[in-house]
């Protein structure tokens, strides 16, 4: 089961989520201008405490992504959260589409299960 939809499409940055995931939303709508934009807090399926924040999954549609390939994509979103990255963040699920490739396929795919931490 995936975890909470924090923020979804648009432009409707709701306040939904704690302080990392506002922080997560904000910087990347700075950064990259999405027209769609979701952050999934993953955190509960990997067995930390409860409000920890550390496992992520961001879908992000931005014309910033035009002719790039996808290891340039990830390097935009990883730029626009180094600090997150390198403090609170653990893990980060990325899926960085072009608008024209979010109207042509608006499907994601599953989150994969954690096989690592507390669960081994």
């Known amino acids: 089961m995936r975890g909470p939809l924090l923020a979804a499409a648009g432009g409707a940055m709701g306040g939904a989520g704690g302080p990392l995931a506002r922080t997560i939303r904000a910087k990347l709508t700075a950064a ?3 027209t769609h934009l979701e952050v999934r807090d993953d955190s509960p399926r990997h067995g930390g405490p409860p409000g920890a924040e550390t496992h992520f999954g961001v879908l ?9 390939p996808p290891l340039q994509r990830h390097r935009l979103v990883h730029e626009a959260l180094r ?7 653990h893990a980060l699920q990325v899926i960085a589409r072009t608008p024209e490739q979010w109207q042509s396929d608006p499907h994601l795919p599953s989150a994969p299960p954690c096989l690592g931490g507390s669960k081994r």
Do not use: D, I, N, W
């Open 32 to 34: 990259l201008q999405p």
């Open 60 to 68: 992000v549609v931005s014309g910033r992504f035009a002719g790039l």
């Open 83 to 89: 600090a997150e990255l390198a403090g609170p963040l």
